[in-house]
T-cell receptor, first 114, second 112 residues
């Protein structure tokens, strides 16, 4: 069965530092991969998605993620954190085995220190 | 601007009440979903629907039912609310499994 693992329920970085949020998935077939962001008391919105085109995917707000098949990873990065990036981030995967239903990670709360 | 609208942002209901959570999308999407979100547990799928009058159970359907009489509207029903159903409920829609899901703002339900 598919699964998504996000390493670290909370990640804390200083403003201006590199942001790295980790996501590993299990899938026996080529997956579709997504990162969503949830600001406090709001719904989720799409940051970026991988759908078998370029392995390096650029998203909104300066975020990007790289699909690495050999590592079954889809880590999210941003070169320089801003206070406004404080939010919860969710990784999700869908593929043929899940009937293209989204399988969600547990989420990582990003904390930005001044 | 595409939209998924949930009828209430905050609700407080009493134990045993029948509760209706409404969700409307304006994108003509086939798929609609109801999730429950609790701290540390991520998003858990309650029910989803691929078409009008069609519904499928998700991972945690117990204590819930749904209704989809029109393509744009997907309702979640708590037949007899209990305190363990206190949670954030998120509605989403998508065109298909290959494209992104769009989410509503969420309904924070408290059952007392």
């Amino acid at each position: 069965a598919q699964s998504v693992t996000q390493l670290g329920s909370h990640v804390s970085v200083s403003e201006g530092a590199l942001v790295l949020l980790r996501c590993n998935y299990s899938s026996s077939v080529p997956p579709y991969l997504f990162w969503y962001v949830q600001y406090p008391n709001q719904g989720l919105q799409l940051l970026l998605k991988y759908t078998s085109a370029a392995t390096l995917v650029k998203g909104i707000n300066g975020f990007e993620a790289e699909f690495k098949k050999s590592e079954t990873s889809f880590h999210l990065t941003k070169p320089s954190a801003h206070m406004r990036d404080a939010a919860e981030y969710f990784c999700a995967v869908s593929d043929w085995d899940s009937n293209y239903q989204l399988i969600w990670g547990a989420g990582t709360k990003l904390i930005i220190k001044p | 601007d595409v939209k998924v609208t949930q009828s209430s942002r905050y609700l407080v209901k009493r134990t045993g009440e029948k509760v209706f959570l409404e969700c409307v999308q304006d994108m003509d999407h086939e798929n609609m979903f109801w999730y429950r979100q609790d701290p540390g547990l991520g998003l858990r799928l309650i029910y989803f629907s691929y078409d009008v009058k069609m519904k499928e159970k998700g991972d945690i359907p117990e204590g819930y039912s749904v209704s989809r009489e029109k393509k744009e509207r997907f309702s979640l029903i708590l037949e007899s609310a209990s305190t363990n159903q206190t949670s954030m409920y998120l509605c989403a829609s998508s065109r298909d499994g290959f494209t992104e899901a769009f989410f509503g703002q969420g309904t924070r339900l408290t059952v007392v």
